[in-house]
């Protein structure tokens, strides 16, 4: 692949949530790579649903940054944390701050494409958190242009968490099959080789069609810069066990096609990505909040 068929170029810009503003000068004390930068993240970071396994009860209060959605804005909080020091200097868990999978990830393509590597948030279901599940998950992808690829990062998993979750893969190299990005999934399930409910989130006892299409279109949102929230919706994304339609079907076949390999089909996916059933509008509804949020 060249570049003009993978529009790296695009990939290694950043985008309207990964841009670091103000707090690029941060960023340039990281070391540059991809293993440095990921050990980097996971000293500034707490995962909302795993703080306990680190000691930490965090109040409602804390939990609201999982709410944030600009890199810029997460770096303002790591920022405001007591003790100005460099990023580079892990905070105690208890002065974390909090995200989820797609704040990692976030921060992961944020320090990637300031440094102008071509890098991109995906979103899908890891194999490796519960057995027999596939868990609602976010991971990164960059290029690696000696070896001509793109290689997934679960920027997530520190020492701690690889040791919870038995993890036997270097998650700086996530094999394929561990990770399916949400398109994946869908093509998985529609082949029969795969039972769709088994992908979802087991904290809530969620899982089905409604929840991989949801999936797809944050995937492909995330294709073209715009990495929104675990629980963000908007247009054609179907409700908790909503039964999909024959059209909707046929929409979400489609663009677990284009998803798979973006690559390979960034025309026809900008195109399909246009309709106004899939693109990102101005303002989205925050499941959680329960209130629609400009983004």
């Known amino acids: 692949m060249d570049q003009d068929r993978t529009n790296l170029s695009r990939y290694a810009r950043p985008g309207r949530l990964t841009s670091a503003g103000p707090f690029a000068p941060l960023l340039e004390a990281v070391p540059a790579e991809p293993a440095e930068i990921a050990r980097t993240i996971q000293g500034l970071l707490i995962h909302e649903h795993i703080a306990d396994a680190y000691g930490v009860a965090l109040t409602d209060d ?5 709410h944030l959605r600009p890199a ?6 790591i920022a405001d944390a007591p003790g100005g020091q460099p990023l580079t200097v892990p ?3 208890e002065q974390r701050v909090a995200g989820n999978c797609r704040h990692y990830s976030l921060l992961l393509v944020t320090a990637l494409r300031a440094r102008g590597v071509p890098a991109r948030a995906r979103c899908g279901f890891g ?8 868990e609602d998950h976010w991971v990164a992808e960059y290029w690696h242009a000696e070896q001509l690829r793109w290689i997934m990062v679960d920027a997530q998993l520190d020492e701690r968490q690889r040791e919870l979750f038995g993890i036997d893969f270097d998650v700086l190299d996530v094999p394929r099959g561990r990770f399916l990005v949400a398109g994946e999934a869908w093509a998985r399930c529609r082949a029969g080789h795969a039972d769709p409910d088994v992908f979802g989130l087991s904290l809530t006892d969620e899982g089905g069609w ?11 949102a995330a294709l073209h810069g715009v990495e929104l929230l675990p629980w963000d919706s ?3 994304m ?19 096609r284009l998803t798979r390999e973006p690559d390979e089909h960034a025309d026809e996916l900008r195109l399909l990505y246009a309709d106004e059933r899939l693109r990102v509008p101005a ?7 329960g209130r629609d949020e400009p983004v």
Not at 62 to 66: K, L, S
Not at 240 to 253: I, N, S, T, Y
């Open 210 to 220: 409604w929840w991989i299409a949801g999936n797809i279109m944050r995937d492909a």
């Open 127 to 134: 194999d490796y958190f519960l057995d027999g599940r596939y």
């Open 234 to 236: 908007w247009g054609a």
């Open 238 to 256: 179907p409700a908790p066990e909503e039964k999909l339609d024959d059209e909707r079907m046929a929409l979400f076949d489609e663009l677990a």
């Open 91 to 93: 905070r105690p868990p």
């Open 72 to 77: 810029d804005e997460i770096l303002a909080r």
């Open 283 to 289: 303002t989205v509804r925050n499941d959680v909040r």
């Open 62 to 66: 804390e939990r609201q940054t999982v």
